[in-house]
């Protein structure tokens, strides 16, 4: 099949090329570097010819409200727009665990907007929703940084290795149309405040963590992003993750 990965040069989806490339499939990444860019349109009829499958794990350069939304829901109208007209029979994309139940955090109701365009495109779809990277902790922790102090909230996260997400979403573009949403998450629950110590644990640089509910990208977010009890569990643990990346 030849499967088109938007974001293909990205953390995940640089992942998903080479997965799908090495079962054989023509896996093509699609992003401004390559002269694609889905949210102006270029490139996208052409890069889209003969194409059996999108996959979009595109991200937006903004987390701000405003730039997010606009990023996912021009994207959107442009890319069912070329897939309509090349005939792609499949379109998979990559969403957040919790997505709609945060509706004061801008850049998920950005997210929960792709969601929407993409059940009402009358394109077949598969949506995969995963919990928080464990590449993400270290950039959220940087952010939350004043001096030496890393200033984290509670918040329950399950974490989840990019490997894993990647391999889901590869092995949903591979199969029929789920026309509904899988979710995975990470095998284990820590705070936010706690993945900040184990990350300075195996790390050490100096900083310690203070836990305050108030601080970090996360400050005020309900506790919802670790998924259901029975949610579909991956294997890689964030503390063997460290010791290993």
Partial sequence: ??????????????????????????????????????????????????????????NSPSFEDGPALDFFTRSAQHLFAAEHEAGVRHHV??????????????????????????????????????????????????????????????LPLRPIASADVAAAVAQAAQGAPANAVREIAGPEIHGLDRLGEITLTARPDGRTVVTDEHASLFAGVPDVLTGPEDIETTATRYEDWLRTG
């Fill in 1 to 58: 099949m030849k499967i088109v990965v938007v974001g293909g040069t990205g953390l995940i989806g640089s992942q998903v090329v080479a997965l799908l490339r090495a079962n054989g499939h023509e896996a093509l990444p699609a992003a401004p570097s390559t002269g694609v860019n889905a949210l102006t349109g270029e490139g996208l009829p052409e890069a889209l010819k003969d194409a059996d499958v999108v996959v979009d794990v595109s």
């Fill in 93 to 154: 994309v990559l969403s957040i665990v919790g997505v709609d139940q945060v509706p004061d955090y801008g850049y998920y109701v950005a997210k929960v907007a792709q969601e929407r365009a993409v059940r009402g495109s009358g394109m077949p779809y598969s949506i995969v929703r995963a919990t928080q990277f464990h590449e993400f902790i270290a950039p959220v922790m940087d952010l939350a940084t004043e001096g030496t102090r890393v200033r984290l909230p509670s």
